[in-house]
């Protein structure tokens, strides 16, 4: 099988709120830039997604995974998986990109990553219970 992109086997979404929407002691994640997700008191998603840092000054793009109720700041991606496809393959697929993610990525002062760099992204190609095998799930 020929691999295929991104954008064929996920869908791909942004948060819609600033980061200062975080509080300290707040109720659900709210998964922006950095590292580790804040905390938030409201959720625009309840799903099992991957949700990919659009913007980082060293181009070092975080990857984190969560299943569940959780809110998203406006430059964080949200990928989740179309019929026949795997999240924690997907998952899979993008921690391994990570350095050819931090080549393509934009911006001298703050690198970031457009909507297309992402779509874009090569991913293995394989049956779901090969997906399934890979991932151990």
């Known amino acids: 099988m020929k691999n295929s992109n991104l954008k064929t086997v996920?869908?791909?979404?942004?948060?819609?709120?600033?980061?200062?929407?975080?509080?300290?002691?707040?109720?659900?994640?709210?998964?922006?830039?950095?590292?580790?997700?804040?905390?938030?008191?409201?959720?625009?998603?309840?799903?099992?997604?991957?949700m990919v840092a659009g913007n980082n000054a060293q181009g070092n793009f975080h990857i984190n995974r969560y299943n569940g109720k959780f809110n998203a700041y406006q430059r964080t991606y949200v990928v989740t998986?179309?019929?026949?496809?795997?999240i924690d393959f997907i998952?899979?697929?993008?921690?391994?990109?990570?350095?050819?993610?931090?080549?393509?990525?934009?911006?001298?002062?703050?690198?970031?990553?457009?909507?297309?760099?992402?779509?874009n992204l090569p991913i293995e190609n394989v049956y779901y219970k090969d997906q399934l095998r890979i991932t151990n799930t």
């Not at 998986?81 to 795997?86: C, D, T, V």
């Open 81 to 86: 998986a179309k019929e026949n496809y795997n």
């Open 10 to 50: 996920a869908n791909i979404t942004t948060g819609k709120l600033d980061s200062n929407y975080a509080v300290n002691d707040g109720i659900y994640p709210f998964f922006t830039c950095a590292p580790e997700p804040l905390k938030i008191n409201t959720y625009c998603y309840d799903c099992n997604a991957i």
């Open 91 to 119: 998952y899979y697929n993008l921690k391994t990109a990570l350095q050819q993610l931090k080549n393509k990525s934009q911006g001298s002062q703050t690198k970031f990553l457009t909507l297309k760099i992402l779509e």
